[in-house]
């Protein structure tokens, strides 16, 4: 079956400008995770949803990020005013149940801001 | 300090060799262990789970020492597919993932 998709897998943004990160996660997957990964590191948790409720956001790095998933299922993690340090790899991850569960990771967007 | 950490390699060695890789963690309260591969430019992906009584997966074994807060993962008759970067991963509670930096191993004929 799909596995978690995320779009776009490129975005090259310039400093000051705002992006809009997408996450379908797999179909009936009740919890969502975002991440972020810098280069030669792993990745570092973000925030997490669990159905449309956002019960842990205490990764996001500044009040620039932003993250939704109004209808709990499709995410969008927004970042404001973009800065060179944003620059990135953005993974999302998605679990069927709401603990304990394997997590299944999408792609990736990898966003370079210039 | 890190909350997993592991030596970032890389490891080089030939095909057939036995590769040991080994984290620490500094969370006593961690309460599930993973080692995640994560190939170039790709997503990371589910290797297996560690269990404190060690558990093994064909030439993967995974083992937890929650006294010194120590996990390795053993490698053996290593094939060039092997090559790739190899996460330690603990979890605080049950969602959120917490990484090392990873550990780069590279396979060669």
């Known amino acids: 079956g799909a596995g978690v998709s995320q779009s776009p897998r490129y975005k090259v943004a310039k400093r000051g400008q705002d992006v809009a990160l997408r996450c379908d996660p797999i179909s009936g997957h009740v919890s969502l995770f975002w991440y972020q990964q810098a280069l030669g590191q792993g990745p570092e948790f973000l925030t997490y949803?669990?159905?449309?409720?956002?019960?842990?956001k205490s990764g996001l790095p500044s009040d620039r990020f932003f993250a939704e998933r109004p209808e709990g299922s499709v995410s969008t993690l927004k970042i404001q005013r973009t800065q060179q340090e944003d620059s990135a790899v953005y993974l999302c991850?998605?679990?069927?149940?709401?603990?304990?569960?394997?997590?299944?990771f999408g792609p990736g967007t990898r966003l370079l801001v210039l | 300090r890190k909350e997993v950490e592991q030596d970032p390699g890389p490891f080089n060695v030939p095909e057939g060799a036995t590769v040991a890789f080994n984290c620490t963690y500094s969370n006593s309260a961690s309460q599930s262990f993973f080692w995640y591969r994560q190939d170039c430019r790709k997503e990371p992906k589910l290797l297996m789970s560690?269990?404190?009584s060690g558990n093994e997966d064909g030439r993967f074994t995974a083992q937890l020492n929650r006294a010194s807060q120590y996990i390795s993962l053993l490698i053996r008759d290593s094939k060039l597919s092997d090559s790739a970067t190899y996460l330690c991963v603990v979890s605080l509670g049950f969602q959120k993932l917490v990484f090392g930096t990873g550990t780069r191993l590279l396979v060669s004929p």
């Open positions: 991850a998605s679990t069927l149940a709401e603990a304990g569960e394997t997590q299944y």
């Open positions: 949803f669990q159905n449309e409720a956002q019960l842990d």
């Open positions: 560690v269990y404190s």
